[in-house]
């Protein structure tokens, strides 16, 4: 009898792993929102830095010049929360959003007057880069403070050379040159 009960623990156990991966495999990260998010990063530390030590025109030649990549990041960001929170995304956002601005603001404060003198370098590598990927590369290499804590989402599974095709019908163009 106590062999049953083990067997259906396991099994019960099993059942309620099946289960919850799916949820957890929800809530991870795809690389593009990986992207924004690091980019949103980089954005809340530039503007608490425009804030707290008057850098003002550096963060609008900032915003100015990235707008579109910021946009972008804003939008996979959002479609983020919409994917994993569904009809609470919005609060989930805000939520995420607040934290933040609150973790950069923080971390201002730890580092207390050496704040301005050490993140002021940052304008300009910011500025310096192509695109939005490589912002997101600044924001990882500069360890810019970020509380969102998803892990990335696995790879999805690639098909090997050697695994058998289906083959398509012929197209004419394809007919006509054998």
Known sequence: MFRIHQRLAGLALAAGVA?????????????????AMDVRALQSQLMVAALSCGQHDQYNAFVTRYQKELGT?????????????GGNAQKQLDIYITSLANAQSQEGIRQGSFFCQNVAPLFQQAL???GMAELAALSVSQQVTNPYEAQICPAPAVRSASAPRRSSPATPTQVAAR
């Open 73 to 85: 990041a804003y939008r996979a960001v959002s479609g983020h929360f919409r994917r994993v929170h």
């Open 128 to 130: 310096a880069q192509p």
């Open 19 to 35: 289960i919850a991966l799916p949820a957890a495999a929800q809530t991870c990260l795809q690389s593009a929102e990986k992207t």
